[in-house]
């Protein structure tokens, strides 16, 4: 085991990708101490290039920027107290100008100046409108002996060159599994944009660089008299944030001569004694790729190993130890942490809240408030007394389970748990408390994502400054105009969590969300619990899949006391007649019956409150009362509230024609809506009223049509209520009392609203017709395209203020179309328009902007047949495309790529008969047939295959996968073999990572899919030889024994004889993990280590290649024979 104080270089890098370069440019590795301090957390590689033993570490994942870098140099220094220099290599954005001309690719290496230390610290300073650039200082300048070697090898490079070039292909035909990654990228690729062109969704090749005005002409490099890369030495900007702005990166170039821009610097060099060096793989802008990450951290990788060359052991061994200076990296983390939250001003802590309302936009207070508002005072107290609570309190990483019947007060009682957490912890700031109230209604927003995404919010939000785990997590996708997986979100709530001593999360009425994303959520927490101090807290209805995620934690019932239930009567009982008032003897009866008959529900108990306001004297009371005394005495308590539920609805019919229309109108809205409406969107759509056979269709809003709150709330006889958290009432959301009257409701739809999906998806039609909206979409001309988008969305916000339902018509009329399955003419006037379809789809953008974003591309090229593609409307397709105005090739292409994203197989296929190619691509350029089969939509992929779309068709996306790749990937066997059946090229590879579709499915390790293709692919000969070869070398690379015998199994005579047999022999011996059993099932099988031609001759292999083999194969019969 090597003596960690035999190490005196550190070298730090940020990304793995960095990492990957540094250790390709050892000369030894060695191995890994086994006595690395228990609190360092840093991973670390050793090894040693020349006479320096060398210390390579990296940044953990997800952690970026100043303060991380310092406390990883932190971990260093402790548990290699030796190290006398540091440094930091890898990628950086590069500020090209006049004066320099920097390329992708090239190195700049941070040299100090009589003004500056190399390294400018730009986040730290201000920006005074009308002046130049102020700061608050440049830091340190690398120790002496750095400096002087950077000296001696520039000289040197002027003179002679470099061999940088030359020595990244020495480490890549080695490595040649890095090549696509880290090999350099054809300088066609290297854009430099106008610092006024900014980055619109796509890849820049396609989507920026079409119009050659938009990029800076540069002459080419002269082979024979310039380095290329070239090396450029100056000054580097550091600061905690991407720079990705052209306009401050070239106004920082002009300033302060800076020539790159990074994130890890600052941290370290002002008491780190270290070099920065960094390889150019974007220009800090908004065009940024990974395309060029692989080959600039080589670069940067290649100089550094050149420069330790040129130090002397003796020079490093007279420096001090880092380690003595340890205090001072300590004082400067903390510094960096202080001052970022002295200076921070109004605009970043608005950029904060934009950070998290992008994380999630549940406004999770709004309901809570409104469940407090609810809450009769005094209830609950037996929960919060319980032991069962008093033990989930006391004890960390624990779950309590609160099962209830239908309106036993289940949510009520999760807020008053949550307002007993946030009393209990109101002075500790360590505590964490995060909750969530699931609604049957609220289905599409509660997936586990949102879900975890939504307390991840909440747990942020408790902290001065939002955590830099939360802030890279939002930069690494706003860049990718991608949205935050399942995973991503998991990391970064366990991160956050660990910020808090304790962490409590509640989580009410689980039986609301969908059986599959419930157990996604509640899997990921039990991972989370086991990593963090977490606390779960939940409800839900008694059903046994939920049971039995909390099988062996504590449990307790919820029932609704009689007690409670009397206290609930008592508190609302002013709601009834005056006469009721004046009667206390009535009063009493109306407590005492009602709790003795409601079997433990809430619920039960405000419906029979509601069913007595109507009464007109004692006796019609008394006579309810006896009802309801009768009711409770039936042993099904489900039927007893649908008995109550029967009860209200004929109390609804019984009422005056204009209320009875009123209260089904209304009811009929609230069941069938989308999403919840709030009070203003609920009157208006109630006050679209036509005549479609007199022609009486209106052209403008009404707003003496607009029926009041009030009157709507009381005609439906209790069943309604309003959110009270907010003193806006017509922002109010109107809903259901619970979620069994929507059940209700549900089963008597048909009788009692037939047709009223269609006249939904009318009604919002002619509102989406209003004259108003001729105009159509916004479009704002401005050279900024932030300033444009701003100014945009103002004016789409004012025509949403101005007009409450047109929101949530111009997302959802489409589904009420689609669920009707009919036509409607007043619809087919509305799509004819396409001033007004584009101001739709303008809407529709804005307001689901992660679901609209691939089928409205566009809104201005958006047409009646996009979107009736995008709801999956059939019928209304059909009778568009019988109009031959509709019929345009563009028009097909968006409409089918719409159908496809959906997975709405019949609408495909009626988009291909009337001639939408198969062919045509999505986003970022996936074929139809790739999109298909990543989403699972077999149908949909063996319609596309019927009208001819081709199997093999690329991806334009990084990855350069087919379907068939994707399929294997999601472990798809039917769309697998059904590909294969119809011509999948089955050894195209990934053009990233040269991925195959074997590589593929021995790395899940799935044996079905590796039989399958086994079985599937058979013939012609030579073809099902050459893939049986593919899944060999698969195995062997991978390690993998039961997919080589896989193999023989199928072909116990596949031929290993010659080169091949011979390269899968070295490559198993090579492989660190040397798999004994592929080693011997390979020498069994034929496979020789000496290389002979077809004439049994032995083949001239290079000296350096013939020593190789030879220490391998000593190696090899040694293993073997010990064995």
């Known amino acids: ?422 009393t209990r912890s109101l002075d500790d700031s360590t505590v964490g408390i995060a909750y969530h109230y699931c609604n049957f209604k609220r289905q599409d927003e509660q997936t586990a994502a949102r879900l975890m995404a939504s307390l991840l919010k909440q747990l942020c939000s408790y902290q001065r400054s939002l955590p830099d785990v939360v802030k890279a997590v939002h930069k690494k996708h706003t860049v990718n105009q991608t949205r935050p997986s399942l995973e991503d979100i998991s990391i970064t709530l366990q991160s956050v969590a660990g910020i808090y001593s304790r962490v409590f999360i509640a989580i009410d009425a689980l039986d609301e969300c969908q059986p599959k994303e419930r157990s996604l959520f509640l899997s990921k927490f039990s991972d989370l619990q086991v990593k963090a101090e977490i606390n779960i807290f939940a409800t839900s209805r008694p059903i046994l899949e939920i049971e039995k995620l909390f099988n062996g934690c504590q449990s307790i019932d919820i029932v609704a006391s009689p007690d409670d239930i009397y206290k609930y009567v008592d508190g609302h009982i002013s709601q009834l007649s005056d006469f009721v008032q004046h009667n206390p003897e009535l009063q009493e009866q109306i407590k005492t019956e009602i709790s003795a008959s409601v079997q433990g529900m809430f619920l039960l108990a405000q419906l029979y409150l509601s069913s007595l306001e109507d009464k007109i004297s004692p006796k019609e009371i008394r006579q309810a009362l006896e009802r309801i005394k009768l009711q409770g005495q039936k042993d099904q308590k489900f039927e007893i509230l649908h008995d109550a539920y029967d009860d209200t609805v004929e109390r609804i019919k019984s009422q005056k024609n204009g209320f009875r229309r009123l209260a089904e109108k209304t009811l009929s809205w609230i069941n069938h809506a989308k999403r919840q409406l709030t009070v203003i969107e609920l009157q208006h759509a109630l006050a679209v009223d036509f005549e479609m056979d007199n022609g009486n269709i209106p052209r403008e809003f009404d707003d003496e049509s607009k029926p009041g709150i009030d009157l709507i709330v009381s005609v439906c006889c209790g069943l309604l209520t309003t959110d009270q958290d907010t003193a806006d009432e017509e922002s109010r959301v109107i ?125 201005e090229d958006t047409t009646g047949l996009s979107l009736t593609s995008i709801f999956g409307a059939v019928k209304l397709t059909q009778d568009l495309l019988d109009k031959p105005t509709t019929r345009f090739e563009d028009d097909l292409d968006m409409a089918i790529r719409g159908a496809v994203l959906q997975g709405y197989t019949s609408l495909v296929e009626l988009l291909l008969e009337n001639g939408a190619d198969p062919d045509t691509t999505i986003g970022a350029g996936s074929p139809l047939i790739t999109v298909a089969t990543a989403d699972g939509y077999v149908d949909v992929v063996r319609t596309l295959l ?108 596949l031929d290993l004889k010659g080169d091949y047999g011979t390269e899968l022999l ?15 099932l390979l020498l069994e099988k034929g496979a020789s280590p000496n290389v002979k031609g077809s004439d049994g001759t032995e083949q001239p292999l290079s000296e350096e290649e013939v020593k190789k083999r030879e220490c391998l194969v000593r190696e090899l019969d040694l293993r073997l024979n010990s064995a």
Request: with cysteine; glycine share 6%.
């Open 1 to 422: 085991m090597p003596n960690r104080n035999d190490y005196t270089i550190g070298w730090i890098c940020a990304l793995s990708t960095e990492q990957i370069a540094a250790e390709e440019f050892l000369d030894e590795e060695h191995q890994a101490p086994d006595d690395i301090p228990p609190t360092d957390s840093n991973h670390y590689t050793l090894g040693s290039i020349g006479k320096h033993n060398i210390v390579i570490t990296v940044l953990p994942r997800d952690e970026y920027g100043i303060a991380s870098a310092a406390n990883v140099a932190t971990n260093l220094l402790r548990s290699f107290p030796n190290i006398r220099i540091g440094l930091l290599v890898g990628i950086g954005g590069g500020a090209p100008s006049e004066k320099h001309d920097i390329r992708l690719g090239d190195v700049v290496v941070s040299a100090a100046s009589a003004n500056d230390g190399g390294v400018f610290q730009y986040d730290f300073g201000k920006t005074i409108q009308g002046e130049s650039f102020q700061n608050t200082g440049f830091l340190n300048m690398p120790p002496t002996v750095l400096r002087t070697a950077v000296s001696s090898l520039r000289t040197q490079h002027k003179r002679k060159g470099h061999r940088l070039k030359e020595d990244i292909d020495s480490v890549l035909k080695k490595n040649k599994r890095l090549r696509r990654e880290f090999g350099r990228p054809p300088a066609h690729s290297d854009r430099l944009f106008r610092p006024d062109v900014i980055h619109n969704p796509g890849e820049c090749a396609s989507a920026c660089a079409q119009d050659e005005s938009s990029l800076i002409r540069r002459r080419e490099r002269i082979e024979d008299e310039e380095d290329d890369p070239a090396i450029h030495y100056g000054l580097i900007a550091s600061a905690n944030q991407l720079m990705k702005d052209a306009s401050i990166r070239d106004k920082l170039s002009a300033e302060k001569d800076v020539l790159c821009f990074e994130m890890e610097a600052a941290g370290l060099v002002n008491h780190f004694p270290c070099l920065v060096i960094r390889g150019i793989c974007d220009y800090s802008d908004s065009h940024k790729n990974k395309e060029w990450q692989g080959y600039a951290a080589m670069t940067a990788a290649a100089y550094a190993k050149d420069l330790i060359r040129q130090l002397h052991p003796s020079k490093i061994e007279a420096e001090q130890r880092l380690s003595e200076v340890l205090d001072k990296v300590l004082d400067t983390t903390m510094g960096i942490k202080t001052n970022v939250q002295d200076i921070r001003s109004q605009l970043q802590s608005e950029e904060d809240c934009k950070i998290l309302e992008w994380l999630s936009e549940s406004d999770y207070s709004r309901h809570h408030n409104d469940n407090i508002y609810r809450r009769q005072e005094g209830t609950g107290q037996w929960l919060l007394n319980s032991k069962e609570y008093q033990d989930w309190l006391s004890t960390s990483k624990q779950k309590l389970f609160c099962p209830g019947i239908p309106g036993a007060g289940k949510t009520i009682l999760t807020a008053i748990v949550i307002d007993n957490l946030h």
């Open 735 to 859: 809903r259901l009392v619970h979620y069994t009257a929507q059940e209700y409701l549900s089963q008597i739809r048909e009788k009692w609203f037939p047709g009223a999906e269609m006249k939904m998806a009318d009604v919002c039609a002619v509102y989406l017709s209003f004259d108003v909206f001729e105009s159509g979409a916004f479009k704002c001309e401005n050279r900024s395209y932030y300033r444009q988008r701003e100014e945009e969305i103002k004016m789409i916000d004012k025509r949403l203020h101005s007009n409450p339902f047109y929101a949530y018509a111009s997302i959802n009329w489409g589904h009420h179309a689609r669920e009707s399955n009919t036509s409607s003419q007043i619809i087919l006037n509305f799509l004819a328009d396409n001033n007004k379809v584009q101001a739709a789809a303008q809407v529709m953008l804005e307001g689901d902007f992660d679901r609209f974003m691939y089928l409205i591309p566009n809104n």
């Open 946 to 1053: 019927r009208y001819g779309a081709d199997p093999n068709k690329r991806s334009r996306s990084s990855d350069n996968w087919t379907a068939l790749l994707e399929a294997v990937r999601n472990d798809d066997l039917t769309i697998t073999e059904l590909l294969l059946e119809n011509g999948a090229n089955y050894t195209l590879q990934s053009y990233s990572l040269g991925t195959t579709v074997t590589d593929e499915a021995i790395r899940q390790d799935n044996k079905r899919m590796a039989r399958l293709l086994l079985d599937k692919i058979t013939h012609p000969m030579e073809k099902a030889t050459q893939f049986k070869r593919m899944m060999l070398s698969s195995a062997v690379t991978r390690q993998k024994i039961e997919f080589a015998q896989m193999v023989f199994e199928k072909d116990p005579g």
């Open 1066 to 1080: 070295f490559r198993a011996i090579e492989d660190d993990r040397r798999n004994r059993h592929i080693i011997e």
